[in-house]
Each structure stands twice: as structure tokens, then as C-alpha cells.
């Protein structure tokens, strides 16, 4: 591996911890069926080990997943243990986050459906689609599909639960396109990894502690309890945002336009442009993305998937060129995948708040999905959805979001109020607002004009401001302009005498009515304190 980007990777990024990593993904429903049809192997067991390795020799991060096999339902019927490689994970003090991938927990009983990566890697059909986790009878199955990809005619909310039976039943059917050959038990490199984030079930955690066979007491790992907020960050606990927006300087992102959907590079540029546009053009949010270079052989000039190797380049790629993304099964499957690298350096508050610098987004679409990718506005509608996440976006629950966890179709890049809050609170305006000059005095009867100034917003801003006065240091606030055009400049009759306590502030109200939990009512604004 190159030394030089091995020093970078160490300084700059790391994996997403296997506890929080984030279910996000835009896909169309796939069934166990389609599922059965597909996967090489089929088993079930026990999650024994979920370790983060770094290949030292390929300069890659991933997650590796071992399982104890306790039943094959396709493969060879000797086989006891196999290790699956995801994409994420965490290593060392870093973080690179990514949607769609499932989650393993150690200690947990499954069922599987694996396929194959291209150099013999097994792991999860469909991706997160693939994997079912066994209640205690082990004779019921729960796919978890809370924030995972589905189409609008499915069921909203929770998991779907199947007869184990049924699924044993599917896997020894017959297949079509399954791969039978050339998978290995682990990946190549698992002898030269080097290991971080890892996490045993309990009796494996036991032994490693010196008390053979006798499972200890462990907390559970896995999501925390309760439905997550409204536009969520996409990792709850170490959100993360790109800094460079609070001094004004765009994000760019290369776009390699080979391979895409359309057939036609320029309608595939225009259509990543229109997604680009949607995120810019939120007036109260600071934000700016644009497309950087056209490089139209990235594949070739970097060495490796920006979902595995950072390069310090923002890329929107097609056609999967690196094969990560599980194939659709007919018109359904992953449509694509987003997301981010960051730093956990000091964090940065925001909102109340605390905020880690994201780098290198990258947006990889999948290969084969044209019935759905072949039209314009639905290819520009998943990239805003992709780069959503890439601004550090979670799945949103709210009608009319374009950050839900399926596609509307032929709806274009257009956002939802939910996401423009989110825009908002993650990425605010800087306001001021300066008090009365030295030695002025406002009193009852007088007309005074508030003056404020805020950083340069993009397009028409229609958006306004509140502004609220305290007579009691900040303990309650009355609203003296409600709705205030967003001009920088207010008219108000002074209506009380002089105080002491005075404190007079600006807010920016959110589209919505009420904010999400763990956000102010309000995300942008400015308080002054002076006597009047």
C-alpha cells in the first residue's frame, strides 16, 4: 500500500461503528424469493464476531462478519464457519459512514442469503434485504425493513416476519443465476488484516476473557430504543456536517457519466446537476454543491472504491464499477449507495449540537437498473436522495420528503419542507444583530428601526424572521414582528418603558410546525442585549 495515502487515512478517517451504523438505503422491494433466485449460499447460525480490518496491502476498510453455521440450506453441508465482508465499519478514532449495508450484531441467530463479490468474498444478498434475524424459537424470521428500502406499495413501519420453514423451502429450489462456485469460507485477506471495533457474542467473549464456556452478562448492542427524530443524522450519535459551508466555500463533486442509465452523458450530467441544485437553493441554508471535474475514467485514475479507499475526492460514479453493490433481481434491489468519510477531530456545535467535519461524499449507483434509472427525473430524484445522506442525512419519515426510504418516481429532485429543516439546522445562516449605538436610548412612544445582517442566501428568499423581545434576561419572550420580511431592516414603536433586562433576538422559524426532538423550535437567529 502506498505509505503516503496510509498516513493520510490514519489522520483524516475511519469506519462507522457496527452499534450505529445508519439503515439508509433507496431501493425497490426485493422478495425472498427473488432472494432464493439469486444467493449462492444459504445458511443459518450464530453471529460470533464483527471486527473492523484494515488490508495494510489494498489499503481497504471494511467489516468482517464471522458466523457459526449451524444449518445449510445451499452450499456444501460440511461447512461450519464463514466470514462475510461488508462495506463500513470503524477503526481506530475514525469514521467512514455508508447506507445500505446490514447490521450484525454479535451473539444474534440468522438466516442468509449470501452471494459472492468478484474475487470470492460471501456476503448479504440484496444487501440489507438478505439478512433475517431468528426470535428466540428460532422457527420465525424478522427482516428488519424500519428506514430500509421499500416501494410505496408495501406496508409502512417495522420488520416482516416469515416461517423459517418457508425460507428453508425457498432455498432448496430450484435457482436461476446463482453463483455455485468460486466463493471462499473468508476473504483473502482476512490473514493480513489489521483489527479494530471488535465485538464477540458472549461465549466467544467469555473465553477471550479466560472462562471457558461460561457466557457473561453483556449489554445488547444494537439500535437504541425509540423512533429516531424527523431528518435524523444519518449516525445519530457522531452526526456530521461539511464545515466549509460556515466560511461560504462550495462543496465540488467529480462526476464520471460512464456507464449511467441514460445512455446520453449530458442528460446524466444534467440530471446530477438538477440534484445539485435542489440542496443550493434552500434560502435559510448555507449549503453549496457543485460539480467539480468531468473525469471520465475515475475508476482508472484512483486506485479503489471511494466506499473503501479515501482519496480526498468528492465522486458521483455509475454502473457500480467495483461490483459492491449486490445486482438487482429483475426491477428491484439497491438503487444506489451514499455516503461520507469524516474526521474525529474537534467537533464543531451547531444548534446545540456537536458536529464532526464529513469528507469525501461519493454517490455509486447500481448497474443494471434502467427500468427504473432509465428516466431522467428518477435518476435526479435518487441522487438528491444519495446526496442527502452525503450531507449527513438520515431516512425521513415525513409525507412529501425526498429523504424517505423509497422512491416516488417521476418526481425529480424536488425536496420536502422536512429536508429543507434539515438543511437548515445543520447548515444555518450567520446572523447579527447589532444593539442601539453608544450612549442611545430607546424609550416607550419612539419608533426604532432593528437592523440585522445576515450571510449572502441563494435564489428568491421568500423565507422570514420573527423577532421577539425578553424583559426578563431570556426567561420568556413575547413576539413583537411576526412573519418579517428577511430585508435586514425592521420598523418597531418602542410599547413599554426603559429596562434593565432587556434581551432582543431574531429567529428564523422552520418550515414546520414543530421541530424534531433534540432540535430548537428555531435554527438560525441572533440575540442582543442592551437597556432601553
Known amino acids: ?40 449460499v444459504v445458511v443459518e447460525g450464530q453471529v460470533t464476531r464483527t471486527a473492523t480490518g484494515l488490508d495494510p496491502q489494498a489499503g481497504t476498510l471494511a467489516t468482517y462478519v464471522g458466523v457459526r453455521v449451524e444449518a445449510v440450506h445451499r452450499g456444501p453441508q460440511d461447512l461450519d464457519q464463514i466470514v462475510l465482508r461488508e462495506l463500513g465499519g470503524r477503526f481506530g478514532e475514525f469514521e467512514s459512514v455508508i447506507d445500505a449495508v446490514p447490521l450484525y450484531e454479535a451473539g444474534e441467530r440468522v438466516f442468509l442469503f449470501l452471494d459472492v463479490a468478484p474475487d470470492g468474498a460471501l456476503r448479504t444478498s440484496g444487501m440489507f434485504f438478505g439478512k433475517f434475524t431468528l426470535d428466540s424459537t428460532r422457527e420465525q424470521a424478522v427482516r428488519e425493513l424500519d428506514g430500509q428500502g421499500r416501494i ?8 416482516e416476519r416469515f416461517s423459517r420453514a418457508d425460507l428453508a423451502a425457498l432455498a432448496a ?9 468460486g466463493w471462499h469460507k473468508a476473504p483473502n485477506e482476512y490473514s493480513r488484516l489489521i483489527w479494530d471495533d471488535e465485538r464477540l457474542a458472549p461465549v466467544e467473549l467469555a473465553e477471550a476473557r479466560g472462562i471457558p464456556g461460561r457466557p457473561l452478562e453483556v449489554a445488547p448492542v444494537g439500535r437504541s430504543a425509540g423512533a429516531a427524530p424527523d431528518f435524523a443524522p444519518l449516525v445519530p450519535s457522531t452526526p456530521a456536517r461539511w464545515m466549509e459551508a460556515d466560511a461560504g466555500e462550495p462543496i465540488r463533486i467529480a462526476v464520471d457519466p460512464r456507464r449511467n442509465p441514460l445512455g446520453d452523458d449530458q442528460a446524466a450530467l444534467a440530471a446530477i446537476e438538477e440534484a445539485l ?19 471520465p475514467d475515475w475508476p482508472t485514475r484512483f486506485n479503489g472504491s471511494p466506499a473503501t479507499t479515501y482519496h480526498a475526492e468528492n465522486v458521483v460514479l455509475f454502473g457500480d464499477p467495483w461490483e459492491q453493490i449486490a445486482d438487482p433481481i429483475g426491477c428491484s434491489g439497491v438503487l444506489a449507495i451514499g455516503g461520507y468519510w469524516r474526521s474525529t477531530g474537534e467537533p464543531r456545535t451547531i444548534n446545540g449540537r456537536q458536529f464532526w467535519a464529513a469528507h469525501q461524499v461519493y454517490v455509486i449507483f447500481n448497474n443494471g437498473l434502467e427500468c427504473f434509472l432509465g428516466n431522467s427525473e428518477n435518476l435526479a430524484e435518487v441522487a438528491a436522495h444519495e446526496l442527502g445522506h452525503g450531507l449527513g442525512f438520515g431516512h425521513s419519515g415525513q409525507v412529501d420528503s425526498i429523504m424517505r426510504p ?30 442601539p449605538a453608544a450612549g442611545q436610548v430607546w424609550v416607550a412612544g419612539s419608533r426604532q428601526e432593528i437592523l440585522w445582517t445576515a450571510t449572502h442566501e441563494v435564489g ?13 434576561a431570556g426567561a420568556t419572550w413575547r413576539t413583537i414582528a411576526s412573519g418579517a420580511r428577511n430585508d435586514g431592516r425592521h420598523t418597531w414603536t418602542v410599547d413599554e418603558a426603559p429596562g434593565t433586562n432587556l434581551r432582543l433576538r431574531l429567529v428564523r422559524p422552520l418550515r414546520q410546525s414543530a421541530a424534531p426532538s433534540g432540535y430548537p423550535n428555531a435554527c438560525s437567529g441572533a440575540l442582543a442585549q442592551f437597556p432601553i
Not at 3 to 25: E, F, G, Y
Not at 412 to 434: I, Q, V
Open 460 to 472: 428568491q428568499d421568500n423565507a422570514t424572521v420573527d423577532i421577539q423581545i425578553s424583559r426578563d
Open 406 to 435: 423509497f422512491p416516488y418516481g417521476q418526481r425529480g429532485a424536488r425536496l420536502g419542507s422536512d429536508e429543507m429543516d434539515a438543511a437548515h439546522c445543520h447548515y444555518p445562516h450567520s446572523f447579527e444583530l447589532p444593539g
Open 173 to 181: 429450489g430450484a435457482t436461476s443465476g446463482a453463483t455455485t462456485h
Open 152 to 159: 410505496a406499495s408495501r406496508p409502512e413501519g417495522g420488520g
Open 277 to 295: 441544485l435542489a440542496w443550493n437553493t434552500i434560502p435559510e441554508a448555507r449549503v453549496e454543491l457543485q460539480i467539480g471535474e468531468i473525469v
Open 1 to 40: 500500500m502506498n505509505t503516503r495515502r496510509l498516513a493520510l487515512l490514519a489522520c483524516a478517517v475511519a469506519l462507522i461503528p457496527t452499534t450505529d451504523r445508519a439503515h439508509a438505503a433507496l431501493s425497490l422491494y426485493v422478495t425472498p424469493e427473488d432472494l432464493a433466485r439469486q444467493a449462492a
